[in-house]
């Protein structure tokens, strides 16, 4: 139940000589250097606390537009938000709140709000009226615990110094009477290690003297470290990065922990965090990873985040579809001319534009995002599944998982309780090798760790990343990668020139594709796909026809092609067959199976492995 600000107007303060803006709860600023985007946080910190920047006091000479000269009216620096209220307060206070604060030369003049409600207007249209906050609304303690949090772009020695005292502050409210009690008995430590140096001069000077901790413990926790488990290097050492990644994480501990003080009755926190080049210091995985983590805080403890950026990682953020537009806005800061001051574009397309470069490697950089992204939850899930400590074999969907189980339970018996058949909806090739590259990555640490196996299609797609994965020599000491095997009732289209992809679904016999296709499991395929030119040119020149070239016992693995929706209920057909029958129709398998389990039990491991499995077509035929 926090609040958050909907529109944003600035005049007359550093480049902004008339800005306004109506932001989302995640609000993403770019621009070129010395456009303005900083001077829209140092606002917001003036508004909320007094200061232009964290130790910096308004300094009206610089801070105030220099080319605002009114006539007659003295200089002022105004800025006004409106701030949306939850819906317990809007009966009595309105939708939203408009506080304007306005200084001049001498200081602040002018501090003042009010609500706003929408009514219905004459003809169907609506009306903005203002309403006046009662003094007993509980309202106005709602809006005095706005806690707007300033991150510059320089986080240096200092910067930290100054976070990490700010940890006691937090600690001291929540802990107050646990705190003092740890706090005396380090006292009574020391007092107990220095007895003879407080008794002498005692002796000496005549009063009794004891050691005692300050009351203020602000400074003990600037020395605060933080050290890497196990190798215990300091956060001092580390590099920037690591140092940048620690901030946004002890900036939520901080308001959680501000939030659990909060006593019943009383009015709740609101975080609103300006965020200054979160991109510093950060190569492109960590850029992603911490979008992310602050697009995940919204809601969770932080009710808006504004960040100012170059990179396109955090321009490509506004991108993300969302119920409400306002969640995430992206807002192009720019100045037309110097006089004119900031502005910003409104326009998706016009912010484009304006961003050039940016704009044009915002959607390559997207796709790199994408594969980052994939590679976190492969770790993450690798992280979790490998606690297990179990085999592993990862495949390319749910239909690949029943099969390969079925596979494993009749070929290799006494190890298929062994191995996990791990996959997730829609999981494809980067899915399989994605987890593959977790694994190598835990093993490296975890030596300890089973080995893992993926296992994808031989199209062609796929024939790539699983030359390009076994190539390394250090991929294949902890996770391979393995193949379907050809099947030999595709043999004869493949020697006829048929470019057939083998999938999961061509292990399946002419008797079961009939089967599904009776069933409306198939569709007709895109035939030039798998036919050579030549011969797609003949058929559309009339000089022959595709049946001429195909014969009964394998034509329609040529014709035909599994709908998406017919692959489930196909692997589920063939996972029920009896031990005996699916061995008899899928004899190839058990080659496969026995080296996935040689791989995975080495060192002969009481498993029987069956030698090297060689495809009769895979020399000399594309497949």
Not at 29 to 36: H, P, R
Not at 245 to 263: C, E, G, N, T, Y
Not at 271 to 292: H, K, M, R, T
């Amino acid at each position: 139940m926090s609040l958050h600000i909907i529109n944003i107007e600035i005049r007359n303060f550093r480049s902004a000589r008339s800005l306004s803006f109506s932001p989302g709860k995640l609000a993403v600023l770019v621009g070129k250097n010395d456009s303005g985007k900083s001077n829209v946080l140092r606002a917001l910190n003036l508004f909320f606390n007094g200061r232009t920047m964290p130790g910096d006091d308004l300094n009206f000479e610089v801070d105030h537009n220099v080319f605002n000269n009114p006539n007659r009216r003295a200089k002022e620096i105004s800025i006004k938000l409106e701030i949306e209220l939850p819906e317990a307060y809007r009966a009595t206070n309105g939708d939203f709140v408009v506080w304007e604060r306005r200084w001049r030369s001498e200081g602040l003049v002018h501090s003042e709000y009010s609500g706003r409600r929408h009514v219905a207007g004459p003809r169907g249209g609506a009306n903005i009226e203002t309403v006046e906050i009662p003094r007993q609304s509980n309202a106005h303690g709602l809006l005095r615990n706005i806690n707007f949090v300033y991150v510059p772009a320089i986080k240096d020695v200092e910067y930290f110094s100054e976070l990490r005292a700010s940890i006691y502050d937090i600690i001291a409210e929540v802990a107050d009477r646990a705190f003092r009690d740890s706090s005396q008995e380090f006292e009574q430590s020391i007092s107990h290690q220095l007895e003879d140096l407080t008794t002498q001069i005692t002796a000496s000077l005549g009063f009794r003297s004891r050691l005692a901790l300050p009351k203020d413990l602000s400074h003990i926790f600037e020395s605060l470290d933080f050290l890497s488990e196990g190798q215990d290097i300091s956060l001092n050492e580390r590099g920037d990065g690591i140092k940048a990644r620690h901030i946004p994480l002890i900036l939520k501990f901080m308001a959680d922990k501000k939030r659990s003080l909060q006593v019943r009755g009383a009015q709740p926190h609101t975080f609103i965090w300006g965020y200054e080049e979160p991109e510093n210091n950060l190569e492109l995985s960590s850029c992603v990873q911490l979008a992310d983590q602050f697009w995940s805080f919204i809601g969770h403890g932080v009710s808006q985040i504004f960040l100012t950026t170059h990179s396109p990682v955090f321009y490509n953020l506004h991108r993300k579809k969302q119920e409400d537009g306002r969640l995430i806005t992206c807002h192009h800061i720019f100045r037309e001319g110097v006089e004119e001051g900031t502005k910003q574009a409104t326009e998706l397309g016009d912010l484009d534009v304006r961003m050039g470069t940016t704009a044009l490697f915002a959607p390559l950089v997207t796709e790199i995002e994408d594969r980052v992204r994939r590679q976190e939850q492969a770790r993450a899930e690798v992280e979790r599944i490998g606690q297990a400590n179990r085999r592993k074999i990862f495949v390319e969907g749910e239909s690949d998982k029943l099969i390969i189980s079925k596979a494993l339970r009749v070929f290799a018996t006494e190890r298929a309780d062994d191995i996990d058949v791990e996959t997730k909806a829609g999981a494809g090739i980067n899915y399989v090798i994605d987890m593959l590259l977790s694994w190598r990555s835990r093993a490296k640490h975890h030596p300890e760790l089973p080995k893992a196996v993926g296992l994808l299609d031989l199209d062609p797609e796929a024939k790539v990343a699983l030359q390009n994965w076994n190539a390394v020599p250090d991929n294949i000491k902890s996770a391979k990668c393995f193949k379907l095997p050809t099947p030999p009732h595709l043999f004869p289209a493949l020697q006829a020139g048929f470019r057939v992809p083998v999938v999961l679904e061509c292990l399946y016999d002419k008797d079961a594709w009939v089967w599904a296709d009776d069933r409306g499991y198939l569709k007709t395929r895109n035939v030039p796909s798998v036919i050579s030119k030549d011969l797609n040119n003949q058929i559309v020149n009339a000089e022959t026809t595709l049946d001429q070239h195909l014969h009964q016992d394998w034509a329609i693995f040529v014709k035909k092609e599994f709908e998406q929706e017919g692959k489930g209920p196909m692997a589920r057909h063939y996972a029920n067959k009896t031990a005996d029958d699916f061995r008899a129709r899928m004899p190839f398998m058990e080659p496969l199976i026995a080296d996935l389990v040689g791989y995975l039990f080495p060192n002969g491991d009481e498993v029987q492995v069956l030698g090297g499995r060689q495809d009769p077509l895979e020399d000399g035929l594309e497949h």
